[in-house]
């Protein structure tokens, strides 16, 4: 697929007569760069309905009520957490490895009013060991990431009816990006470019992973691309940097290997019941450069 290039307008600079002046920032743009990822290797996996997670050794195809750990060597199924009917799981939409634990984030979608909870298992015996709750919170939890020191976490809203209601499901433009410490508690939260989320409409935003280059990575419910941000440098609206065709990919939750030296990107193919992993061109994707402010002398003041 052919690279298209970031149109971006500067704004314009001071004089060399005016005083000292400052620039930050980059200006917003209408739509970034495409990029195609290649894609690596499939696997069958049963349980690919909502997402992946990995670790070195592994990966977990994450269903509702179920999580399938798999060899990555041979892609075969070796254990299975599953929930009973009528028990506490409900809709598991993804997970992430941190350590010896698989963190898994789950809600009771499509029920109102939304809860959310994150639920805790040991990789090496897929049994459940802790649990976090939200109760009723910012909206409906979908994906949960660690980097930087902190937990990041995707709460989204939606513009679709459920059965039995009369209004959306929370309205797809509250969905938000959040900053968690160690205990869960929020400390910053962004939005999605309204772009992005006209997107993802009538749904929202279902997976989210930290890339090595420290980039974030969104996906939605159903396209199959995955929408590279920033955090901004100002205001409550995360940085659009670039689009990554995903090829067979239909959304759902995603989760980048940071386990060597040669990081891959993991998502789902939901109707094939398939694993897929790419490789990506994170060289290529480049940050935005024009000044979206400045700092301006007498005699250059806008009025």
């Known amino acids: 697929m052919a690279t298209t290039f970031l149109a971006l307008v500067a704004l314009p600079t001071a004089s060399a007569t005016a005083p000292a002046v400052q620039a930050a920032g980059t200006a917003a743009a209408a739509e970034p760069p495409s990029f195609a990822a290649t894609p690596l ?5 049963f ?23 798999h060899d ?60 976090f709750s939200f109760g009723i919170y910012r909206g409906s ?13 995707g709460f989204a809203n939606y513009d679709v009816i459920q059965d039995g209601q009369t209004t959306p499901y929370g309205e797809t433009y509250n969905t938000q990006v959040v900053k968690l410490d160690d205990k869960f508690e929020v ?8 772009q992005i989320l006209d997107k993802f409409k009538p749904m929202s935003n279902s997976g989210g992973s930290w890339a090595p280059d420290g980039r974030l990575w969104l996906t939605g419910h159903d396209l199959g691309e995955a929408y590279v941000m920033n955090l901004p ?36 193919s939901r109707p094939n019941k398939q694993v897929r992993t790419f490789t990506i061109p994170t060289r290529s994707i480049t940050d935005p450069t024009a000044n979206a402010w400045q700092v301006l002398g007498p005699g250059h003041f806008q009025q």
Do not use: C
């Not at 939890?141 to 976490?153: K, S, V």
């Open 41 to 45: 290797r499939s696997y069958a996996a």
């Open 47 to 69: 349980d690919a309905n909502q997402a992946v997670a990995v670790d070195q050794k592994y990966f977990y195809a994450v269903n509702n009520t179920t999580i399938t750990k």
């Open 72 to 131: 990555r060597t041979t892609g075969q199924p070796l254990l299975q957490f599953a929930g009973v009917e009528g028990g506490p799981f409900q809709h598991m939409d993804s997970g992430v490895v941190v350590g010896s634990k698989l963190y898994a984030v789950h809600s009771n979608y499509p029920d109102s009013p939304m809860e959310s909870s994150i639920e805790v298992f040991d990789t090496k015996t897929m049994r459940h060991v802790d649990t």
């Open 141 to 153: 939890l979908t994906w949960l990431d660690r980097h930087d020191g902190a937990w990041w976490a």
């Open 187 to 194: 400390t910053e939260s962004w939005t999605i470019p309204k």
């Open 233 to 268: 440098k100002a205001g409550a609206e995360l940085e659009w940097v670039a689009t990554v065709d995903l090829p067979d990919v239909q959304g759902q939750g995603i989760a980048w290997d940071r386990s060597s030296s040669k990081p891959t990107f993991w998502a789902i």
